[in-house]
Nanobody, 126 residues
Framework: QVQLAESGGGLVQAGGSLKLTCTAS????????MSWFRQAPGKVREFVAG????????NYADSVKGRFTISRDNAKNTAYLQTNSLKPEDTAVYYC???????????????????WGQGTQVTVSS
C-alpha cells in the first residue's frame, strides 16, 4: 500500500494559482487511481478531480472544471493538481487519495480509496 503526502498549499489572492503535489511512497503507485478531495470548515469532504492509473482518463467536479487540472508522473510517484483562477470558495484542506479499484465511474466515491494523505491548506482571500 502507498503512503501519501501533500504539499504546495498556501495563501493566495482570488484569481491566483497554486500547484498541489501528492508524493507517494511504497510500491505499485502506477497501479492506483489518484484523486484530490477537499474539505472546508463545517462541510463534508468533496471530490475535486481524479485520474486513472493510466492517466488516460480524468474527471472533475463541475465547480472546478476549466480551472483545475490533475496530472500524474508515475516515474516520480507523484500526482499534481494545478489550480488556476482560484476563488474564495475554493478555500479548504485539500487531500490526495489513492485507490486500486477506482475507475472513472467511481472516482467521486470517498469510500473507494485505500490511502489518504494528511492534507494541505489552501486559503483564497478576496
Amino acid at each position: 500500500q502507498v503512503q501519501l503526502a501533500e504539499s504546495g498549499g498556501g495563501l493566495v489572492q482570488a484569481g491566483g494559482s497554486l500547484k498541489l503535489t501528492c508524493t507517494a511512497s511504497g510500491q505499485m503507485f502506477h497501479t492506483y487511481a489518484m484523486s484530490w478531495f477537499r474539505q472546508a470548515p463545517g462541510k463534508v469532504r468533496e471530490f475535486v478531480a481524479g485520474i486513472t492509473w493510466t492517466g488516460y482518463s480524468t474527471n472533475y467536479a463541475d465547480s472546478v472544471k476549466g480551472r483545475f487540472t490533475i496530472s500524474r508522473d508515475n516515474a516520480k510517484n507523484t500526482a499534481y493538481l494545478q489550480t488556476n483562477s482560484l476563488k474564495p470558495e475554493d478555500t479548504a484542506v485539500y487531500y490526495c487519495a489513492a485507490g486500486r479499484r477506482v475507475g472513472s465511474a467511481t472516482m467521486a466515491s470517498i469510500h473507494e480509496y485505500d490511502a489518504w494523505g494528511q492534507g494541505t491548506q489552501v486559503t483564497v482571500s478576496s
